[in-house]
């Protein structure tokens, strides 16, 4: 079969390689229709996430067809549409046992793209096959379900709920690049009542609008505490969702949040931050960070089939599964693109 | 009457000042039959809290009797044997409404011995005397009731619920002071799998045993963390309260929760910490902060009163009230005096 | 002034009685400038309140202008507009400070029209003014305030809230009067994956379908559990909310819910119902009943306030204040008025 | 080998049966070493248990040795002792994956001698091994262990959690048999400020005063919301506990709660009881029932091999496996034999 294959940093091809059999008894082999690519794809060939090995087929977010189950799988069989989760469970392990999947404990957690091999391919082996596939409703198109691998369950686990949202609480967004975008989307499904989305770039405030926030801030233009602040009796946000990344926006949080409030983070971080508890000690604030578990996998896929979700307005640019390099290109350059999510699909 | 004023940086004196009244028709005047002198009253004398201005009387933790009431109280009386609390509670505000008396809008939180006059007095006058008096049940002792003015409710909210504690789970308690202690002796009330105490001070890790920790850690002999682990089956705790305030025991106790685990930050921190969030990015961890809100004092006296929780053992030095400069002494020399809580009676 | 005066089983009469002044230091006299009229004021009329005697002012639901507060009054004062709500709160029992003002130890409670005089009146006396007057922001209108006065909270609180709803699960509502539309109303702010409303009357089915129900049903025609357990893999739904008040609607919902499901009781109730222990016993089923609290209703005229919520479909008629009897007669006939709220002002 | 079989209503026989075999890749044979009678065997032999027919080995409590594992178990193997809880787990439907496993949709929950061949047996094959077992630590004798295979977990979960026990709270546990000792032992791990235990057995209220209870009531004697009330300022406890299975007990407990309390039925119920809707419909009262799901398990485990938590003192009577018959009779005279729990070993 044909796999995008990573060849170290820089470097990686879509080139011929064994197709994948079952090995264990829990594996599921899925035929991968339609695949996207992560921005922490883009992470691993910049050479920053040092377990992926050379020769490691990439990707962790798909919609396929089951082809074949090992004798221990009871729940999916050939044929069955699925969504490959960026997320697999042992099922029998403490966290496991607590929904906490992305901290599986017995060769599960983020895996696939990652420690073996993924799903950039036209075939790919899925370890714990009834705990990590989520069969597709037919209502439910390849798109829609694909929005939900990693980037809808990662925006409103890590973000939205961690959070605790409710109907009229206030909350401010920090990037409002694909997972921002996602959590204002998800965000909705508690009607806040306010929704602040603040972002460098004035492509992605307008999508942002677009999407639902209430008011956009461009920092380089406006003092994002002082407007926050003038839009909440001067005391802040009950949240602050932070998805970039970086010290500065976690930083930018930690000081939107009112007394009593909640940072959320969701951004993939490289460098330590400054936690100001010289002022925080006093305010009663609460910090949580996490990787998605997919524990709501099963409720995102129903609201997207009732009609109540619809998460396809993140894709922007769709390509054929062998033109996969160029989707790269253009997914990597999304100031010049506009890039936000791209779809592979046979 | 007399009171310990503050006269400025590293200076105070017990001298007579004019006895306080009634201002607002919510006030309650309290004749002061035990006070206690708290860590936060040394900062003030080294003048690390400029809102405490000279002039001031100190003091945030006090037993008394109702000796007049304005003319809107209706819960306590004159007579009344009562608790006045470090924190005061307007009632109406949003914060007050939801319990979050600390983060009080409308003229309550921490004020007395901070932006008004405190309680290291013959007598005090105390705001919004409805919501903020607690009256004792007879079993109650002065003492008992005195080590729920602050330190108690303190340690219970800010460390042992805001960390969600749970029968069987593990806590590291970081730092043996008073705080830390009745951390300690709180934590018990949920019967957790396992207690760890930290602290660079022996006679405080002995005490820590006596008031109930399993296992003691000297991070000067041993490391902190990889003791920890070896008694968690590698993970780490499922909750590490800080009770120190300074930046380096702030990071050990994020370097000593398991995935999915609470640092609960107890601490008065002057220096912002290192979060090392490209540590804890994936880590499923929740770090939260608060000042007390004491909306736990009913419960700590009823379980003071019902025999089940002893405050008292805190107590190691006794003095008459009018010997409070000497009792600030042997306060602040712990390390010589092994002063845990003092206690000042009339 | 004028009122609505309560003299005795079926008999009422606007008819002019003393204008009232301030009694205790925390009250506030407030003009009436729109009430409405509640099924519990047709319950008293009937005789079936007996706390209610002859010579009481009925009404418990109002919005309406400060004319004078009593000394300890701070948060609101003369000119304000305000919501007066059906639930008073003293602020000070161990219920209000949970937020439990409906079960007020201290005076408050559902006292107005009941024990006290209510506000169907030119003006009526407020106790505990600070905890139970709600000042409006300028984008409510009052016909949109005075629904929050009772019925929003209440089907909010007693059953949207206590079910636990949450995105994507489902929900049945029984009874499609006021009550269980303003249940339909808010269930949605929490995007449930499915509502199903169930009445014996079609136009009241026609209206949940209007206010946001996915599918009706008639229990005279259908058979509900069948359809609800069709819609809901055979299993049930997550939460049934009853909305009529009889044994066999409370029954119903019993039997509507899945294994680990919520039965929130929202009715006033008569007659004891039976409670089918023999099946449920274990079905992990969780039972509420409440009065409401009105702790939700700052958060509603928020969401009001934001656009987010709009509770004036609900009103059906309109009346000047001296109509006030003609109104009872609309109100209570809504078979045929098709009334569902009426408001009446100045 | 030898096992006790059921013969229909009034008829069990220690007899010769096939020894058991792997069926499923995911099944274990384990060798019993301890098993325990539950109150429910004694309903199974009466004939109120359909489902359980002629043929079937009784038994859902024991402790083994693992001898065998199906190729798909990776979590036990042989030689390992373990725990086989009464309720077993496929790990993958809705209900599991929530850890709802008393309600597994996908052939677990309660099946082990109910609809399959239970432990009452010298082997045993057990369904979905990885999720249904549980290693014992060494400290953890099998007697101990034994105690948590259903009762120890019932009363925690179904009645102590589920009625959300906190410090300082008050409880009431209306049964003192072996289930309502068990939920008195487990409510002490939160600390309650009040434990009052009703029955009307003299000898089962002196085990519960040995076991914790503050209080005990006889309603033969005395009136038991009488009593209660006046140890709660007149208002009832936060919790009671229903360990009894019939309506006036759970009756009773309804009539026992304050406003806002909780009412955990943890009884088995064969008949519907009267809920007084007139009067509970606005006390804000909450009303749970439940199988055990044994999601506590390892925490119960954790807390026996802490020296947390002693389960043992219920154990009152001890035979050997092949005196199955005689054990029995005397767990089925309790009134005569003062058995509370039954140990049967090799």
């Known amino acids: 079969m044909k796999a995008l ?69 009871t729940t999916v069989r050939g044929g069955d549409r699925v969504l490959v ?122 999508a942002a609008k677009r999407f639902g926030a209430d008011t956009v801030v461009n920092p380089t233009r406006d003092d994002a505490v002082h407007v926050v602040r003038s839009l909440t009796d001067g005391l802040g946000v009950d949240a602050a969702l932070e998805a970039v990344g970086i010290p500065q926006t976690f930083e930018l949080c930690a000081g939107l949040v009112r007394p009593g409030g909640h940072v959320a983070n969701i951004g993939v971080h490289g460098k330590p931050a400054t936690l100001h508890l010289e002022e925080l000690w006093i305010k009663d604030v609460t910090i949580t960070t996490g990787l998605v578990d997919t524990f709501t996998t099963p409720t995102l896929l129903r609201l997207v089939a009732a009609g109540r979700l619809d998460p396809t307005p993140l894709v922007t640019h769709r390509f054929e599964l062998a033109d996969i390099e160029k989707a790269y290109d253009v997914f990597s350059r999304p100031a010049e693109t506009a890039a936000l999510k791209v779809v592979l699909t046979r």
Chains 1, 2, 3, 4 share one sequence.
């Open 5 to 73: 294959v990573y060849h170290g940093p820089g470097s990686k091809r879509w080139e011929e390689v064994p197709t994948p059999g079952i090995g264990e008894a829990t594996d599921a082999i899925v035929r991968v229709d339609a695949v996207t690519i992560c921005g922490t794809d883009l992470h691993i060939l910049k050479g920053d996430v040092p377990e992926v090995t050379e020769g490691r087929i990439l990707g962790h977010e798909a919609v396929g067809t089951v082809v074949e189950t090992g004798p221990a799988v």
């Open 85 to 206: 989760s960026c997320i697999n469970a042992c099922g029998r392990c403490a966290y496991c046992r607590q929904g906490r999947y992305g901290q599986c404990q017995g060769g599960g957690g983020w895996v696939l793209g990652h420690l073996i091999d993924g799903v950039q391919a036209e075939y790919v082996r899925v370890p714990f096959a009834d705990t990590s596939l989520y069969p597709l409703p037919a209502q439910v198109t390849d798109e829609a379900a694909l929005m939900l691998a990693d980037i809808f369950p990662t925006s409103y686990e890590v973000g939205v709920l961690a959070s605790h949202l409710q109907p009229g609480t206030s909350v401010a967004v920090v990037g409002a690049g694909p997972i921002g975008l996602a959590a204002i989307i998800t965000a909705q499904l508690f009607s806040p009542g306010l929704i602040v989305a603040i972002d460098t770039a004035e492509a992605r405030l307008d």
